[in-house]
């Protein structure tokens, strides 16, 4: 499949996606939304990818939010719209049944923070700058930013953050939690693949398990959440690795991990 601004490749298990407008700084259009959509389903529908990751090309943005010519000419219908389908797609990268890990090698600005958010955890680069700088530009985040900025940093950071629209370190998101790892930004790339790769030699089904009941039960209250995830857990011997995983453990050996259900 032919893409305009996006590069999709997979590398072994590791399925890549790559923002690949950098003479806008990977700023994204409605053409960069729908296309990460049809990659992402089709991610899914192959079944081949164990770990996505999502990261930008050249080394100075991962994304530096909506594209602000594009959504200068928006009416509030169209900018309404834009934003829903930014929207829906972060939710899709959510639910993707494998786990997202954010490379992010530059600006991650507005749009680029929020995508990184709808990933399952955030590594950086040390040139790495995270940000909302919306208010700058007389609107507010609309992929989700005002949302998910909050439940991960809490309420007052997260207002501050939307509210001056300054830009923040790598190291100082890593501090208020929104980033998991930094590294300098030449073994940014190796880091994030080691550990995609570790990630992928386990079980496909718990795997799985991890990402849903987390994501899911942070949306309900606790007791809710463990019922939850005593029936994943259920779920989770169903699949022949939980078998294979004890084994192996008793048999002082390593475990080789299908990912089917029994
Ligand atoms: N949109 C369009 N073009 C961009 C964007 C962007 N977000 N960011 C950078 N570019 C372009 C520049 O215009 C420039 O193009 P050209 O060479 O043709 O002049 C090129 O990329 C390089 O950028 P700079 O020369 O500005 O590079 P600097 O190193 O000087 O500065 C910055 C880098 C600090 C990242 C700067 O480019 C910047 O501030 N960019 C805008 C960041 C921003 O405000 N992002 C938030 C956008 S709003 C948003 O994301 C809302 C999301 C929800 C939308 C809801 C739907 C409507």
Same mark, same amino acid.
């Given at each position: ?12 298990? /590791? ?12 700023? /994204? ?10 990659? +992402? ?9 164990? +770990? ?17 010519? +594009? ?6 219908? %169209? ?34 923070? %929020? ?18 700088? %919306?208010?700058?530009?007389? /609107? ?38 929104? +980033? ?10 190796? %880091? ?71």
């Amino acid at each position: 499949m032919a893409y305009e601004t996006i590069i999709v490749k997979q590398e072994g298990d /590791i399925g890549i996606i790559k923002f690949n407008r950098p003479e806008a700084l990977n700023a /994204i259009n409605p053409t960069v939304v729908a296309e990460v959509a049809k990659a +992402v389903d089709l991610i899914e529908i192959e079944g081949k990818c164990k +770990v996505l990751i999502l990261t930008g090309e050249g080394e100075k943005a991962f994304v530096a939010g909506a594209d602000i010519a +594009v959504m200068a000419k928006q009416s509030p219908l %169209e900018g309404g719209n834009f934003s829903r389908a930014g929207q829906d797609l972060l939710f899709r990268i959510e639910s993707l049944p494998i786990p997202v890990i954010a490379c992010v090698n530059g600006f991650a600005l507005g749009g680029g923070t %929020e995508i990184a958010m709808a990933c399952d955890f955030i590594y950086a680069s040390t040139n790495a700058k995270f940000g909302q700088p %919306e208010i700058n530009l007389g /609107i507010i985040p609309g992929f989700g930013g005002t949302q998910r900025l909050s439940r991960l940093v809490g309420r007052g950071l997260a207002k501050e953050l939307c509210m001056t629209g300054v830009m923040i370190t790598a190291e100082e998101a890593m501090r208020i939690g929104l +980033v998991n790892k930094v590294f300098p930004l030449e073994s940014l790339w190796e %880091e994030t693949m080691k550990t995609a790769k570790v990630i992928a030699s386990k079980g496909r089904v718990s795997v799985r398990a991890v990402k849903q009941m987390i994501n899911r039960g942070l949306d309900v209250d606790l007791r809710s959440g463990c019922y939850m995830e005593a029936d994943a857990f259920a779920l989770c011997k169903t699949s022949t690795d939980a078998a294979e995983g004890m084994n192996a453990f008793l048999e002082k050996r390593k475990p080789q991990f299908k990912g089917e259900l029994s």
